[in-house]
């Protein structure tokens, strides 16, 4: 038996009743995929056989689906078999960054106000690069008038070429439980970009 939690995502078109794991192939000639009524299913698979088939119980009513599933355990395993490889590697490429932090440990956050000082980009912190963006989802911004903050992470440009292939592994890595992230963890600026105080 193998234990792997695969979900499947697909469409169910209402007027005739096809089956589709890409949304944007729904439409037939002539129609537009927005516009065509479909049912949003998702099914989560957690036990397969040793052969690598979906365990009878949790066999969906699709034979499609379970074929998906199927096939997204065999890249999973794949993947977890690249951990043996791509972990040391991770783990080497967080210490290069790791160094190059040596002296910048007192710099390791900023606040920007995009406001009073315009919009951020890298030119704005020289001797920085961006590897990474994210925006905050906080559930906060539902009751105020400020736009969600924005959030730069960023190495010393002599790291970049290690960071972004570190950063590379551990997005390939994301679903693979195998892989020890907080092993190959690594420092990095945090810019918050916003147009408020973090409060």
Known sequence: MINEKIKVKYYIRKDNGKLFFDYRKIAEPGEK???????????????F???GKVSKPQRSKYEMV?????RKLQERLELKKQTKIDLPRAIELAKVVDKAFKDKMSDLFMEYDYVE??????????????????????NWYKDVDNAPSTYYYQVPVDVEKEARE??????????????SFWKCDYY????????????
Not at 36 to 45: H, L, P, R
Not at 188 to 199: C, I, P, Q, T
């Open 33 to 47: 995929a927005w516009l065509v009524e479909t049912f949003d299913k998702v099914e989560e698979f957690t036990a």
């Open 188 to 199: 990095k600026r945090e810019v918050r970009v916003a147009d408020h105080l973090n409060s």
């Open 117 to 138: 000082e315009g919009d951020f980009d890298d030119s704005k912190t020289p001797g920085w690069v961006t590897i990474k963006v994210k925006t905050s989802h906080s």
């Open 66 to 70: 379970n074929e998906e599933a199927e």
């Open 166 to 179: 570190l950063q590379e592994i551990r997005r390939k890595h994301q679903d693979d439980n195998t892989f």
């Open 49 to 51: 056989t040793n052969k």
